[in-house]
Every structure is written in C-alpha cells, then in structure tokens.
C-alpha cells in the first residue's frame, strides 16, 4: 500500500508555500473585490515564515512538523486565515504524533479532523461562501475514494477536481460568514479568495504526497 | 500612490517604534509578539483592559494605551487582526491579579484570534472575559451575516470601561459595563474616497470623483449602497437617521455625539458634519450633553466621516468624564 512520508508532507508545505507566492496578487485581487484586500499578503507573510523554518521541519515526525507549521501561521499569519489554517494544521498535528508515514485512511483522519477544526473555529457551513465550500467536498471526495480502497493519486485528483467545483460555486453564492457578509447582495458573482487558498492546497497534495522526493 | 513610509512590511514595527519614543512615560512598547502596554503596567488590583485590531486605524488603539483607558493594546498588520501569542502575553503583561477584560471589535478575524488567546491564557489559570462591540448599523444582523462590525462606539467603551477598572471594579463589572455601552452605542461611516492598504499600493476600491460610499467599514470594505455626491447637511441626515431609527434615540435622552474622521477629512469639515448632527438632534428633543470630534478611530487615508450616538446616563456621563492620560486621549490631569 502507498504511504506518505514525512518528507513528502513537507514538500506539500512547500510547494504550498511556492504557490501561496505566485498567487499572492490573485488572492489579494479577489480579496479586494469583497474583503479587504490581504489574503494574499497574510498568506505569503505565513508561509514564507514555514519555508524559513524547513531545517527545523526535517527529521521531525508528522505531528510535531505540522504542529511547528501550525504555531507559525498562528503567530504570522494574522487575521480570520490565520486562525483557520493554523487550526487546521493544529488538528491535523493532533492525529499524526509520532508517525513518519501515513496510510491514506490516516491521511483522511488528518484531513477530517482539519475540516472539523475548521468548522468549530469559523462557524461556517457548506453555501456561506468560505474555504468550507472547497474544503467541505474535498474531503468528501477523498472519503468516498479512500474508503473503496482506490489509490491515493486518483483519491487526491478527486480531491483537487471536488475542491476545484466546490470553488467555483462560491462565485454566485451571496457570503454569509466573514467580511464579505457586510456586502450582502453584492458579495455573489466573486470567488471567495479562502476557498481559493484551500484549493491551492489540495492541488499541491495531489502534485507532491504521490511522488517520491 | 505615494506614502510618507520606508517599505510596506515595516509600516506596523516602524510606528509602534516611534509612539513608544514619543511617550515613553506612558507606553512600553512590546516587540516580537507586538504589544504596547501602560508604562506602569501590571498596576496590582486593577482590572486589565485590553484591546487589539489591525492597524491603520490609528490612533485607536496604541494611542488610546495609558492610565484610565487601556492597559494593553495588541497591533496586527494594517487591517488583519493581531495573532493569538500577541493578545495572551499583551494579557499576562497587564494581568494585577483581578484578572484581564478583552476588549474585541466584530470582525471574524479579531473574533477568532481574541478566543484562542483568551483559551491559552485561561488554559493557565487567568481570569479573562472578553466583550465584542458591534455597533455599525450600516450591517444587517442576522444569522446569515458575520453581524454588526464594531466601530466608533469601540473608542467610547475603552474610555469609559477604562475609567471604571481604574475606580477599581471587578472583572464581572468592568464586562458588564462594557456591554452596557455596546448596547447603548451605535454608528455609521462613509467614504468619499478609498484608502490605500501599504502592501497594495493602490486604492482598495475605485470611487469616481462624483460617488460617495455610505455605511462603509473602517477597512475599504464596500458599504450598504453607493451613490451621488450630496451635500454636508444631506450626508449627515443620511448617516443619522438609521442611527436613531436603530436603537432607537427618543424624545428627552442624553446623548454623547461623536463625530470621527475617517482620516482624510479635516477638521473644518468633521465641525460642519457636527453643527447639522448637533441641529437634528436638538430638533428631535434629544439632548447632546457631551460631544467628542476628531480622527480617532481612522481607516488609513481615506476621506469621510462616520458619525457615532452614544445614550448617556449618569453612571457613563461620570466615567467619561473621569481622567485619562494617552498618548491621543488627556484630559483630568
């Protein structure tokens, strides 16, 4: 069976942390259209903090790098995004201490228990246009596939094309969690810049948690 | 667009910086995490008061870090909240034993940060409440909003919660008052003109030279509807109106009337907002008996004016009365 080790969790990390840096102007173009502009500073600002910290995250079990990961965006990030991705790393650390390889069913725990950080922390629901609605799918998409046993390369292309819809849906959705609320009507016909970013993630898991580094 | 600063990413370092070097006999100033606390901090037997935000709305809330208002003031990047170890060691710093009251803005951002410094720092045994003020009525509550955001009536709970937790009220008190003002407390802004985030560089949304924006947040995010330019009067009556509808203000109450810069608007205009707010008023039989006008709760440069009603009684008439030594706000001493 494929396993993920802990050196591909940390490609992950950094291809995110690449990404995160590319799309930064992206990000924060959609977050200027109904928010307030810095998703994708706040974004990059965390991750390149993670990406200094790389030397620290090798050798380390899964738990404990995510967890440093976690404390980094917590403390750099700032913001609602801060404190929903460095929950979703925190939990994620929560049930991957000690390990230094994942079977895919633990990595769906890893992603179960982020989603329902998520959930706790910002109070939202599939439809309130967030991160849920690309998260939300993501997840669900990886159960249905982990669950029928089907490799991990094709549970994670699930993942990336549900994220990937789950995205798309958010752009007539009118926001009902976070500062685009305030828009009201006017919030529909924009991408939510935090289900953008959850997006990003998935798809650098699908580019980096199947190949060998 | 041009800006009087170094690079983007040192805004934030560079003007805590230079506050803690103006008033060094009333504010330390914290780095890595970021915190500015009273000079004296943590004074024994008194209630902590802390508050934070994003920055750019200066000079709320570091200016407003002094004897009789805040103890702590947590700065995050401008408009992104501060961070969780930000908030819980501003909380150790100002903790005297009776324990730490956090003073939170509505925002999902500052809401989430605020609660998982207030678990760290519960988790080792501080006592700590936490109030949200959420006063904009430009935003419709509901369940399917992030609710009402805290604005102006933000500034008028730390002073008037900060002169009680120097009277020496309890933890409970100092909440309970502080929900009193919220509830007693309401406000809307409007633009004229966009701000322009450091890290952007360009304006947040483009406002043509004959369109206001009415109901705006202190963010550069859009407001309830956008529409002709009108005139000081007509804007005024707009911006009131929903105000007194809301709580509502009546016929024989007391109000304090606080007309707030966005930061861009000069004084001269702000007194003229003030003169047409002040005549509303009075015509309605609603008795202005303290007023406050000036640019203290700010949204970068961006020009307009938000105006805030707060319904006074004897016990907040005498709290806002009472001292206060900040770096923005002195007067009593």
């Given at each position: 069976?494929?396993?993920?080790?802990?050196?591909?969790?940390?490609a992950w990390i950094e291809r995110y942390s690449i990404r995160i840096a590319e799309?930064?102007?992206?990000?924060?173009?959609?977050?200027?259209?109904?928010?307030?502009?810095?998703?994708g500073a706040n974004m990059h600002r965390g991750f390149q903090a993670v990406l200094v910290k790389k030397a620290e995250l090798q050798g380390k079990d899964i738990g404990a790098l995510l967890k440093i990961v976690a404390m980094t965006l917590i403390s750099t990030v700032g913001g609602a995004a801060g404190a929903l991705y460095g929950t979703f790393f925190l939990q994620a650390s929560s049930v991957t201490t000690g390990k230094t390889e994942l079977t895919p069913g633990e990595f769906l725990l890893l992603?179960?228990?982020?989603?329902?950080?998520?959930?706790?922390?910002?109070?939202?629901?599939?439809?309130?246009?967030?991160?849920?609605?690309?998260?939300?799918?993501?997840?669900?998409?990886?159960r249905r596939a982990i669950g029928a046993n089907e490799p991990l390369d094709q549970a994670l292309a699930q993942a990336v094309a549900a994220a990937e819809a789950g995205l798309q849906s958010t752009i007539p959705l009118m926001a009902r969690r976070g500062r685009a609320s305030y828009l009201g009507e006017r919030s529909a016909n924009h991408q939510d810049p935090g289900a953008t970013s959850t997006f990003l993630l998935f798809q650098c898991a699908a580019e980096t948690l199947t190949t060998n580094h | 667009m041009k800006k009087l600063i170094n690079s983007p990413e040192n805004v934030v370092l560079e003007s805590i910086s230079g506050l803690g070097a103006a008033f060094p006999d009333l504010v330390k100033v914290h780095f890595n995490p970021n915190y500015i606390v009273r000079?004296?901090?943590?004074?024994?037997?008194?209630?902590?008061?802390?508050?934070?935000?994003?920055?750019?709305?200066?000079p709320m809330h570091g200016g407003f870090v002094g004897k009789g208002m805040l103890d702590a003031a947590c700065p995050g990047a401008v408009f992104t909240s501060p961070t969780p170890d930000q908030m819980h060691?501003?909380?150790?710093?100002?903790?005297g034993g009776k324990g730490v009251l956090h003073i939170v803005k509505n925002y999902t951002g500052d809401v989430m940060n605020f609660e998982?410094?207030?678990?760290?720092?519960?988790?080792?045994?501080?006592e700590v409440e936490a109030v949200v003020i959420d006063d904009d009525v430009a935003v419709k509550d509901s369940l399917y909003t992030a609710g009402r955001r805290g604005v102006g009536t933000t500034v008028l709970a730390e002073k008037i919660v900060g002169a009680a937790a120097e009277q020496g009220c309890t933890l409970k008190e100092a909440a309970a008052l502080c929900h009193k003002v919220n509830a007693q407390g309401r406000s809307m802004g409007m633009a004229l003109t966009s701000c322009v985030v450091p890290h952007v560089g360009k304006p947040t949304f483009d406002l043509p030279e004959d369109e206001m924006e009415i109901g705006i947040g202190i963010h550069g995010e859009p407001g309830r509807q956008r529409m002709k330019l009108k005139s000081a009067d007509e804007i005024t009556e707009m911006l009131l109106t929903p105000i007194l509808e809301d709580l509502p203000f009546q016929n024989g109450d007391n109000v304090l009337l606080f007309v707030n810069s966005m930061g861009g608007t000069?004084?001269?205009?702000?007194?003229?907002?003030?003169?047409?707010?002040?005549?509303?008023?009075?015509?309605?039989?609603?008795?202005?008996?303290?007023?406050?006008?000036?640019?203290?709760?700010?949204?970068?440069?961006?020009?307009?004016?938000?105006?805030?009603?707060?319904?006074?009684?004897?016990?907040?008439?005498?709290?806002?009365?009472?001292?206060?030594?900040?770096p923005a706000l002195r007067w009593g001493v």
């Open positions: 069976m494929t396993t993920i080790t802990a050196d591909q969790i940390i799309q930064k102007e992206f990000l924060t173009k959609l977050d200027s259209d109904i928010g307030d502009a810095d998703h992603l179960e228990k982020g989603l329902a950080g998520i959930v706790l922390r910002g109070k939202a629901a599939i439809g309130d246009k967030t991160m849920v609605d690309a998260l939300h799918p993501a997840v669900k998409a990886c | 000079a004296d901090a943590p004074v024994q037997g008194k209630v902590g008061i802390v508050s934070g935000g994003g920055s750019g709305h200066e060691e501003a909380t150790k710093a100002v903790n998982m410094a207030a678990d760290l720092a519960r988790a080792e045994g501080a000069p004084g001269v205009e702000l007194f003229i907002v003030y003169r047409k707010a002040h005549e509303i008023l009075t015509n309605r039989g609603i008795k202005v008996s303290r007023s406050f006008v000036g640019p203290y709760i700010t949204s970068l440069e961006m020009a307009g004016a938000s105006i805030t009603l707060l319904k006074l009684d004897d016990q907040l008439t005498k709290l806002w009365d009472e001292p206060v030594h900040t």
